[in-house]
């Protein structure tokens, strides 16, 4: 035995001395994140690239995330998750929706997803794009009432939302509770505008005639608004300033403001044109008080651009063409949707996973707490930088980061010393992508409404 022991000895120390002095950099363990973030939970939800957008609602006693699924190829589901994350650190798939008859409908499947509120019921608006060749080229959304959950059994379909003249489906949503104290759905359509549904309408059976409203993309004089699709992306929100509604919108030819309190006729306020390196626009995000916005254009080496818009919101200028800073996780990548909870940014940052920068200095933003989220190689049949982080959300409430991931699945995340957003807290509107479904926008409740002489509003 002493033998034996002096020979495994021996062995390890000639190993030690022929293996080269550089091998400890071979076993060095990656740094996914910064310290700041913690991951609470994780679960895979298929096979690569087929995990689309995502939504978490914002009230605590509903603890439920949606999750887009698509094909990508010939691999992957059309429809949608719905994610429990009544215990974050171990979040649960609970029901999944998937379109019927898979093999007929053609790709791309589930996109963009948003809830809402509609008396005392919560739905979920999952929009679709199914391709020509198949069934329900015309069709752009699904709404299922979830009131019911956790209990699954009583999740059910309530109406498909159809565009006949406009196939092609709904790329990206955004659900909006306005001034009027309606819910409206503003969708991306094959036109050179961005269709508005009144969700009440469609949830209590009129979904024939809910579309109320198109908000164009403005004319830049070079036949770009005749284009397929006129927007990409947009955001909708309360300007307590002045007491209006406003549609922040990403698209043909760059970024458009518009004052949409009479739905019926959106006036454009501002837009942002011209701008050098952007032909057009992709998500496009307010801060707060409608001062800034950052703006996201979709091709690869594009960093986040920050604006300034109050020089086009007072009159100064015709159109804003320059961008007061610019901010990128990594230069050589893409960085993509973002949510905006002054002074934070988080984005989804693609092959970058989740980043989240400051953004109090607008001139100056500053990254704070990242976690890659994708470790697998680059897109090898798309362009490259297509892989990873694909959808973030916030949960105000306790500062819940929730992020879906094309190819790894469904991320929770804390920030330290994030424990929930208020815009009060900052000296800001309490205003952002959440919605109050009770009450409507802060500051349209004190709004005054002044009358004519019989009385009417």
Avoid: C
Wanted: proline residues 7%; negative net charge; charged residues 20%.
């Amino acid at each position: 035995m002493k033998l034996f022991a002096k020979g495994v000895v021996s062995t390890a120390i000639l190993a030690a001395v022929l293996i080269p002095a550089d091998s400890a950099a071979q076993v060095e363990v990656h740094k996914r994140g910064s310290e700041n973030m913690e991951v609470l939970g994780h679960i895979p939800l298929g096979p690569r690239l087929s995990i689309a957008d995502m939504d978490v609602e914002q009230e605590l006693h509903r603890p439920y995330a949606y999750v887009s699924r698509m094909q990508y190829g010939d691999v992957g589901p059309k429809g949608m998750d719905i994610v429990s994350i009544a215990n974050p650190e171990k979040p649960e798939v609970i029901y999944r929706w998937r379109i019927e008859n898979q093999d007929l409908h053609q790709p791309t499947g589930g996109m963009d997803v948003k809830h809402f509120k509609w008396g005392d019921r919560y739905y979920v608006v999952q929009s679709l794009q199914f391709g020509g060749g198949g069934p329900d080229s015309d069709m752009g959304a699904v709404v299922l009432d979830v009131t019911g959950l956790p209990d699954a059994s009583t999740v059910r379909e309530v109406a498909r939302i159809r565009v006949p003249d406009e196939p092609g489906g709904f790329h990206n949503i955004f659900v909006y509770k306005h001034s009027n104290m309606n819910v409206y759905l503003v969708a991306t359509v094959s036109g050179p505008h961005a269709a508005v549904f009144d969700l009440g309408m469609v949830v209590e059976g009129d979904v024939d005639n809910a579309r109320v409203a198109n908000i164009p993309v403005p004319d830049q004089g070079d036949g770009n608004a005749g284009r397929r699709r006129g927007y990409h992306d947009f955001y909708l929100g309360y300007h307590p300033d002045t007491g209006t509604d406003r549609f922040y919108g990403g698209g043909t030819g760059g970024y458009y403001v518009y004052d949409v309190t009479d739905l019926q006729n959106p006036s454009l306020i501002t837009q942002i044109v011209g701008v050098s390196g952007i032909r057009g626009g992709h998500t496009f995000t307010p801060t707060p008080d409608g001062k800034y916005a950052v703006a996201e254009t979709e091709y690869q080496y594009a960093p986040l651009r920050i604006f300034d818009l109050q020089p086009g919101l007072d009159g100064s200028v015709s159109a804003i063409r320059r961008p007061i800073a610019a901010w990128t996780a990594n230069w050589e990548n893409l960085v993509h949707n973002h949510e905006v909870r002054w002074p934070y940014v988080f984005v989804s940052g693609y092959l970058d996973g989740v980043v989240v920068f400051n953004m109090m200095d607008p001139t100056n933003p500053i990254t704070v707490g990242h976690y890659d989220t994708y470790l697998g190689p680059p897109n090898s049949d798309r362009t490259a930088v297509f892989n990873g982080t694909f959808g973030v959300d916030v949960r105000n409430a306790d500062g819940l980061i929730v992020v879906s991931d094309m190819s790894t699945g469904f991320w929770t995340f804390r920030m330290e010393g994030f424990q929930g957003w208020n815009g009060n807290d900052w000296g800001m509107p309490n205003i952002s992508s959440a919605q109050d479904w009770d009450n409507g926008p802060e500051g349209a409740r004190e709004r005054v409404t002044t009358t004519d002489d019989q009385g009417q509003p």
